[in-house]
Structures are given as C-alpha cells and as structure tokens.
Nanobody, 124 residues
C-alpha cells in the first residue's frame, strides 16, 4: 500500500524559504510521477510542480517557476519541494501526490495517491 507523508510546513515571512518533504513508501516508484499540489481556503486544488521518478524531468506551474524546486532522493524514497522567495499568495495546504501514469499531468484527478497535507502560511 502506497503511503505519502508530508512534513516541513510552517509559518514564514514573505521572502523567506521552506523545504517540504514527502516520504513515500509501499512500493518502488520507478515509472511514477510525483507531484506537489496546493489548496488555499475557498479555492480548488492546484498543481505546483511535478517530477518523473525515472529520469528526474520536472515541470512547474508558472506561478512558482524560478522560485520553487522539486527534487528527489532515491536512497530515502523522498521527494522535496524547496520554496524560496515565498509570497503571501503561496499560503495553502500543500499535498504530495503520486501517479502511476508516467506523465506529469497537472490535473489532480490523474494522481491516485495523496498525502495528508502540510500547512504553509506566508505573512506579509
């Protein structure tokens, strides 16, 4: 059974940085796509960044491009989201997700497995 456990959220001032972690377990993830999504109050869940476990190719939402970096540690089966130059509009619950489809889709419906989420709050 696939399990995804996020950590690293918190409260930070605008311009600051946070690193989110997603510990994945339950199977090997070669061929999977790992994604980070976020959901602010009253808004739909939106794609932030994705990574193909095999090969490491990445894709970012325009709103975070140049500020956020997704990466993985194969030995630890962990995916990271390094978030720099944070803005108040980045405030949301951030979710890690995994897809067996092998393509970096931006639609949440393409991801089968989800973590419980971690809160990120950016103050101005």
């Amino acid at each position: 059974q696939v399990q995804l456990v996020e950590s690293g959220g918190g409260l930070v001032q605008a311009g600051g940085s946070l690193r989110l972690s997603c510990a994945a377990s339950g199977r090997t993830f070669n061929g999977y796509v790992m994604g980070w999504f976020r959901q602010a109050p009253g808004k739909e869940r939106e794609f932030v960044a994705g990574l193909r476990w095999s090969g490491g190719s990445t894709y970012y939402a325009d709103s975070v491009k140049g500020r956020f970096t997704i990466s993985r540690d194969n030995a630890k089966n962990t995916v990271y989201l390094q978030m720099n130059s944070l803005k108040p509009e980045d405030t949301a619950v951030y979710y890690c997700a995994a897809s067996e489809l092998g393509v970096i889709f931006t639609a949440p419906s393409r991801y089968r497995y989800w973590g419980q989420g971690t809160q990120v709050t950016v103050t101005s």
